[in-house]
């Protein structure tokens, strides 16, 4: 087994505990957030030493007040009741923006200073317009390379996972992982027409999407979505929900997905079988399915199990990393998921890892429950990819099981 990442185990409890300090954040985010995104880049850029001239000063702190303004009107229009693409893109963008902006304003703003201050640069009017300097030109390159990073073509990433219950005749089965596609306001029908032929040349035998598959309805997102119809796979073709689902009509979503040729694991499974051995391939709606008061959408692993021989090696596609403590307790070997985005923008890793319990890779839960955590493939919202690059994930499976060789 390869590319095994975090195994530290965290408890129910400390896990419950990260999520409810989590949600008390929340409920202030929306008012403290843009303030912050916008204000302290204002402070160090403009007001911490520089002495600008005042046209300057007065320019810059106007471009500041219209960013605090204008992102949340923005976002309000493009994801709120009106939906307007153009609003929303303005809006993602300025949010991807402003928290690089507001990350290195931080971070080299406060280094810098020292550094320079060891160097012998102590005139306070030197050293804060270098610090403009370096944090702008630092932004403008990471912004630059994320917007390249989040609209290429996602490298493959492959790994080898070895499944004790696994039976020989299923060893080196190819299984293919897509997630988080969101499809959304900017336009990327030929991006995920390129996604679909990458996948095509892996030879995968089962092909996966573990959900949020778009923001926005079936039908508006559906030419997006159409050339999903052409992935290849030797086996079947399975989905899941996400909860970006749940915010544009599921229920679309799983209907166009069974019309491309998916099969919708909504709490079922289907039998995978090769060389005499048999692999369960089950799917939950997503954790958030049951607060969405859509009849009849629910996470129930029960369900997904019923009738499945308990000794059969189980494959699981759940959308968020969090639903591992339910299957750890139902010995699931192994898990696939997404939803992470692998935090996207760095810092933003350190937030989700407070939601969920695994950020990206594979990771040990229980007495055999093995997890991996797809960084996923498109991006949400800001259209940025910072040190959290996409993927698409080829995972080979093996079996210890295999003949003895004479």
């Known amino acids: ?182 499809y959304g306001p900017l336009d990327r029908s030929r991006w995920s027409a390129q996604v679909c032929e990458t996948v095509n040349t892996l030879e995968a035998d089962l092909v996966c999407h573990t959900g949020d598959i778009a923001d926005g309805t079936a039908e508006r997102r559906r030419a997006q979505a159409a ?39 909504r709490n079922r499974h289907v039998l995978l079988e090769r060389g005499g051995d048999t692999l369960v391939v089950a799917g939950v709606d997503d954790v958030t399915a049951e607060s969405s008061g859509l009849a009849g959408h629910r996470a129930h692993l029960a369900g997904a199990l019923k009738g499945a021989d308990p000794d059969l090696p189980v494959l699981l596609l759940a959308h968020q990393p969090k639903f591992i403590d339910r299957a750890a307790a139902a010995g699931i070997d192994l898990q696939l998921s997404g939803h992470t985005h692998g935090g996207q923008i760095w810092p933003f890793h350190h937030l989700v890892r407070i939601d969920q319990p695994a950020l990206a890779g594979l990771t040990h839960h229980g007495a055999r429950t093995l997890l991996y955590t797809s960084r996923g493939t498109g991006f949400w919202g800001p259209p940025f990819r910072v040190f959290a690059p996409s993927e698409i994930t080829l995972l080979v499976l093996r079996s210890p099981n295999l003949p003895s060789q004479t």
Not at 234 to 261: F, I, K, P
């Open 1 to 182: 087994m390869t590319d095994t990442n975090d195994t530290r185990p965290v408890s129910s409890e400390a896990r419950a505990a990260r999520q409810s300090r989590l949600h008390r954040l929340m409920r202030y985010l929306p008012l403290i957030a843009p303030v912050l995104l916008w204000a302290v880049p204002c402070w160090v850029l403009l007001h911490s030493g520089q002495h600008w001239p005042l046209p300057v000063t007065l320019g810059g702190t106007a471009l500041f007040a219209l960013g605090l303004v204008g992102m949340p009107f923005a976002m309000a229009r493009g994801h709120g009741r009106r939906q307007q693409d153009g609003a929303a893109i303005v809006g993602d963008t300025l949010l991807g923006s402003s928290w690089v902006l507001f990350t290195w304003s931080v971070l080299l703003g406060v280094a810098l200073r020292l550094v320079l201050t060891v160097a012998g640069v102590g005139e306070s009017q030197d050293q804060a317009r270098i610090v403009t300097f370096a944090v702008l030109g630092l932004t403008a390159v990471l912004l630059t390379w994320g917007y390249v990073e989040a609209r290429r073509v996602p490298r493959v990433r492959r790994l080898d996972v070895q499944l004790p219950r696994l039976g020989a005749g299923l060893d080196g089965l190819r299984v293919v992982l897509i997630t988080d596609t969101h």
């Open 227 to 265: 050339p999903l119809a052409t992935v290849r796979a030797s086996r079947a073709r399975v989905y899941v929900t996400g909860n970006h689902e749940y915010y544009s009509e599921a229920q679309g979503w799983v209907d166009l997905m069974d019309e491309l040729g998916w099969e919708p694991l």
